[in-house]
């Protein structure tokens, strides 16, 4: 399958897929939360395939939400349609058969970060920012941003982290526990090929199974944490703090937020 905003390739049980928007550091528009739902629907039938690398082209892992698409007057953001299609891609990518790694380089902000955080295996050059950094135009996290929070820092910090939008480079993530390895920059993705190598020649299968007894009774968490989020972006999407922070945003100024 031909994709416009991915990469995907197989290499036998090795499976490599690419964020591919250069141009706007792989931030995701409609377009992209598609495509990535549907190549992790696809990998659920690809028993062959069982270790999935995710990377972001040239400058970043992926910068999160395409603002610039949130405010477009000619193609306005159908908020509830977008948000199917976040649900739907942090829903596979948590249950995928496979035991998945994310190479970050650069920024890995907002759902590009819920992405990273979602994946088996995060792996972040020093240089890296990462951020849960919706706070900053007035939303909430999303991609199940809250549940990969949770399931790695606990609740007390998560809450910190959302309502800062602290910006971390690799070694701080990784003493908080948001990474599970720090490399030099430019080595992330030949890092992550360097574990997939590992793990295959590993008992790989027993693995997965492992993964798969761990995530299956917290799914129906999940599944609530998606439809809060949902909810409560569609919300957001109302209030003025968000037009405020997406105006401050795109001129390049602080916000002036009054909690409405």
């Not at 040239?58 to 199917?84: C, H, Q, W, Y």
């Not at 609740?155 to 030099?184: H, N, T, Y």
């Not at 299956?216 to 949902?230: G, I, M, Y």
Request: charged content about 25%.
């Amino acid at each position: 399958m031909t994709y416009q905003t991915i990469k995907f390739k197989k290499e036998g049980r090795f499976a490599q897929l690419t964020l591919n928007r250069p141009e706007s550091m792989n931030a995701m528009d409609e377009v992209m939360m598609k495509e990535l739902g549907d190549v992790f629907e696809s990998l659920e039938k690809y028993g062959s395939v069982q270790v999935l690398l995710i990377h972001g082209a040239e400058r970043a892992f992926s910068a999160g939400g395409d603002i610039k698409k949130m405010v477009d007057p000619t193609n306005p953001l159908d908020i509830e349609a977008a948000m199917v299609e976040v649900c739907r891609l942090a829903r596979t990518l948590y249950m995928l058969p496979q035991i998945t790694i994310a190479s970050v380089h650069g920024a890995a902000a907002g759902l590009g970060f819920s992405v990273a955080l979602g994946c088996d295996y995060l792996i972040a050059e020093e240089d890296a920012k990462l951020a849960m950094n919706f706070i900053g135009i007035g939303l909430v996290p999303d991609g199940a941003g809250h549940f990969f929070l949770k399931e790695r820092v606990g609740i007390p910090q998560a809450k910190k982290l959302i309502w800062s939008g602290q910006v971390m480079q690799g070694e701080e993530a990784f003493r908080l526990g948001l990474v599970d390895e720090v490399v030099a920059e430019g080595t992330a993705l030949a890092t992550g090929k360097a574990y997939a190598k590992k793990i295959l020649v590993s008992p790989i299968a027993a693995m997965i199974a492992s993964k798969k007894i761990l995530q299956d009774f917290k799914l129906t968490e999940l599944e609530n944490v998606l439809k809060l989020e949902t909810e409560a972006q569609v919300k957001m999407r109302k209030t003025k703090d968000h037009t405020e922070g997406i105006q401050a945003f795109i001129e390049k100024r602080d916000p002036v937020f009054t909690g409405q």
